[in-house]
Nanobody
Framework: HVQLVESGGGSVQAGGSLRLSCAES????????MGWFRQAPGKEREGVAA???????SYADSMKGRFTISLDNAKKTLYLQMNSLKPEDTAMYYC????????????????????WGQGTQVTVS
């Protein structure tokens, strides 16, 4: 049973940085991909960035250049480095993972991930 635990959220002023982490445990087989999604109050959940275990990445257009996703396969930990944060980045950030090769091509969506964390709150003021 795959478990994902996010950490690193908090409150930061606009222009600041945060680094989110997501520790994966319980997977009997190798994780194929992991990703970050976010949901602001009153809005639908949206994709932030995703990464395959072999290193290919994909970003939502509004995050390109500001956010960097990375994966430490040995530590089974996913990271999201967020720089130049804006108030509109305020949201609950969720980690997601999948063992199957559902994510194909460059774009990604919630349907490509079957395991989800509980989320970590990011507030930018």
């Amino acid at each position: 049973h795959v478990q994902l635990v996010e950490s690193g959220g908090g409150s930061v002023q606009a222009g600041g940085s945060l680094r989110l982490s997501c520790a994966e445990s319980g997977s009997a087989s190798m994780i194929y991909c992991m990703g970050w999604f976010r949901q602001a109050p009153g809005k639908e959940r949206e994709g932030v960035a995703a990464i395959r275990s072999e290193g290919t990445t994909s970003y939502a257009d509004s995050m390109k250049g500001r956010f960097t996703i990375s994966l430490d396969n040995a530590k089974k930990t996913l990271y999201l480095q967020m720089n130049s944060l804006k108030p509109e980045d305020t949201a609950m950030y969720y980690c997601a993972a999948e063992r199957l090769r559902l994510w194909v091509g460059s774009g990604f969506s919630e349907a490509d991930f079957g395991y989800w964390g509980q989320g970590t709150q990011v507030t930018v003021s």
